[in-house]
């Protein structure tokens, strides 16, 4: 649904809803993740109604009629067909499809063929999914919380409510290897965690060790690190990953430098867009009581379930998953 934000809805042209954000100085953007999709606009406060109505409007009453899916449907196809050339992004795509199975909601494809995909069951996952209110976050920065919820209840008022949740993702890790001709080996390195304070932290520590051309991560239930190298130093540079990967951290500067650039990655993330951060969850000052314990804690833990590999390129000389 994210390829259809703020086109046409049935109350506004495409034209229509993105000028009335835009002559109000308003820059609207939409974020998709495995678990959600997030709609925001920032414009000055003078400005909220409009934002709130434009994000309401083209989140939940977007144009589906079949002419109009036919282009987004073929816009998604080429995004996505661009997207899957980036060895990155297969490895990262293979690893989440090892870690929690290619039958879950972790497990698809964030960008999966369209072809068999339906205009009616399209129309019937928008009704049925996106539009249950027990499934719905609004979230304001720098907004009348008054107005935001006298709004947000108008707008949503005929939506019905839903006990239901997301099919769950149970973590199972694997292996997957994608034999390609390529420069460059890539390379995904994937363990179960959740969000929180001490996880970005862990992020942020691992950052500071890894070599270049390496970066950790915490996406939808995943935690890791992901790794470019030439097929003959992918080996060596795996192993070293691990290291810094297995390693607990002490009280002293190590730590205090990790708290410091997980917060600065925080700030970096709500100052993007933060309406995004803090309906993910974002919190920026919890990272200040993350202590030596909670991350030796936290990085044994992780090393109790088996860790998920996925690699695209010349495979040879990359680990399998039952040696690490």
Sequence with gaps: MSA??????????????????????GTPS?????????????????ATEIAI?????????????????????????KQNAEKLTSGPTLAMEACY???????TSYGHSLYASTSSLSYDSIRSFHANKMLATSGITVVGSGVDHASLVEQTTAFTSSFP??????????????ESRIKA????????????????????????????????????????????VQIEASPETVGSTVDMCLQIMKRTYGEG???????????????????????SFLSQGGVLSSV?????????????????????????????????VASI
């Design 30 to 46: 939409v974020q998709t993740k495995r678990e959600s999709v997030s709609y925001s606009v920032s414009l000055l406060p003078s």
């Design 253 to 275: 500067s190590a730590l205090a430098e990790g708290i410091i650039k997980a917060k600065v990655s925080n700030l970096v993330a709500a100052d993007s867009d933060v309406v």
């Design 181 to 224: 001709v390529s420069p460059h080996t890539y390379v995904c390195i994937g363990l179960p965690a959740t969000s929180s304070a001490t996880t970005d932290v862990i992020v942020a520590l691992w950052n500071m060790g890894l070599p270049s051309g390496c970066s950790a991560f915490y996406e939808s239930g995943l935690i890791g």
């Design 53 to 77: 109505s434009a994000v309401l409007e083209t989140a939940f009453t977007p144009k589906l009629v079949d002419y109009h899916l036919m282009d987004l449907k073929a816009m998604v196809e």
């Design 97 to 103: 499809e090892a870690a929690f199975g290619e039958d």
């Design 288 to 320: 200040d009581s993350v202590s030596s314990g909670d991350i030796k804690s936290a990085v044994d833990s992780l090393w109790t379930k088996k860790p998920t590999i996925a690699s695209v390129g010349d495979v040879s000389k990359v680990p399998k």
């Design 161 to 174: 409510s839903s006990s239901s949740s997301l099919p769950s993702s149970a973590y199972i890790g694997g």
């Design 4 to 25: 259809g934000a703020f086109k046409a809805t049935t109350s506004r042209s495409s034209l229509k809803l993105l000028r009335d954000i835009e002559i109000v100085g």
